[in-house]
């Protein structure tokens, strides 16, 4: 049986005046695969945002897990892998462990033991496969390895919602694949909810089961043959632009 | 023998303690400030304690307590300027950088006789460190080294990636603000060490030498520290030695040290 993880009901959210979201609606229900498309300055980030609670609603309501997220205190049920790091890593003193214990740390966890914790760390690692990279710095590591040392602290707290901003946009087509692959295999196999911002609409019908296409308001939310078959949308966004979407779309 | 000897000097032992006490914060808050590329608020919060210092001397008060205090509402009001103000963080401490220097010029030719006093703050002159201070140094260094040790996990998440440190439930804002008042500390107690010209030295050059050869976080604090001491010990040797100034003697070495540890770096680099 599905069970809702996030209703967001009536969002808005303005910056100094300028309404970014519009009365924003929509359910997520355990499992699902969400891609999170729309153009630049839609309003993706900020709704991320507010679902995270780095932001809060200024009007509606957001429910995690079925409490409202202004009493919403079980953080470590969400794992997070932010649009791109604030500096470059080239330099950065830390290691894989220590970066993925990072994860660790999160908004009502637990203190965990050391090994306890050197545990989960190492299963996150093992889990995307990068366990023999666990004491090298990182920035000794390629772009593809780095986004998976992201992705394993995003992890390593065991979340049942995953929500990722942009994760493949600093790195290359067959990192990108793989990368993807990782994602619909916790999907599928672990059930983990995942909520996808991309720009990669050409891809991202292969891999998420639902499309939420976010202008400020809702465009679309719901699954993709509902989309792909939708008049309305070809109307709206035109035939081309529908069939970007739509013509790679995987669903085994 | 002879080392024997200048250990038997209070002064020298009261410059060696209250050093090392100041070497191991600079060297431990240095790399949480280099990660986050603020090494340079180290400099506009030393130009800030040459005019408190001088407000101080001018005040006929030991310029340490009012330099702490005024320094650390500084670094406050930098952080301020850059969220209210549409400021960046470089500008808005060259602003209060500069308001520091002018009091200080301004307090200097009010008030002639304290010159040489200022002076001795400018460049430093931890040989001369009384008791009270060595007893101020090491009371602020363990409380400020306490802090760091306590909040390393969020200071290094927010050293590594501010957005995911917000999403994680930290309250960056505040450790932004911890952050500021510790580095206001530590400019303040360095500049009886090496002197308000040189305490960003003191602060960039033990992290970014560790930064060569570490090879993990806690690693890097550990071998900042242990740069920083080493400067700080063979520093205070040299000076008394030679009848050098002990602050440039100390930058000087924490640039040597720097050169062979980037030659060191460079080899470990190869093998990993």
Known sequence: MQVEVLSVDGLSFSYNGKEVLHQISFQVATGDFV???GPNGSGKSTLIKNLLGILMPQTGTITLFGTDITRFHEWHRIGYLPQKLNLSTQFFPATVSEIVALGLIARGKREKSRSAEDKAITKALDLLDILPIKQKLIGELSGGQQQRVLLARALVGNPEMLILDEPTSAID???????YA????LNTERNLTIMLITHDIGNIGRYAKKLLYLDRKIV???GFDDFCGSSDMSEFFGPSSQHIICHRHDTT | MEILQFLQYAFIQRALVAGCFIALLCATLGVLLVLRRLSLIGDGLAHVTFGTAALGLFLKVQPIFVSVPLVVLSSLAILKLTEKAR???DAAIGMVSALGISVGVLLASLATGFNVDLFSYLFGNILAVTPTE????????VAVIMVIIGLHR??????FDEEFAKASGINTKAINNIVAVLASVTVVLAMRLVGIMLTSALLILPAVSAIQVARSFKNTMFVAACVALLSVLLGVFLSFTFNLPTGA?????????FGILFIVGKQIHRTH
């Open chain 2, 154 to 159: 969020p200071l290094l998440s927010i050293s």
């Open chain 2, 249 to 257: 003697l100390i930058v000087l070495l924490n640039l040597g040290l």
């Open chain 2, 134 to 141: 060595v007893a101020i140094s090491i009371a602020l260094a």
């Open chain 2, 87 to 89: 400021i960046h963080g």
């Open chain 1, 182 to 185: 990782v994602l619909r295999e």
């Open chain 1, 173 to 179: 087509p067959e990192t990108r694949e793989r990368f």
């Open chain 1, 35 to 37: 891609g999170l498309v």
């Open chain 1, 220 to 222: 679309f939310y719901g």
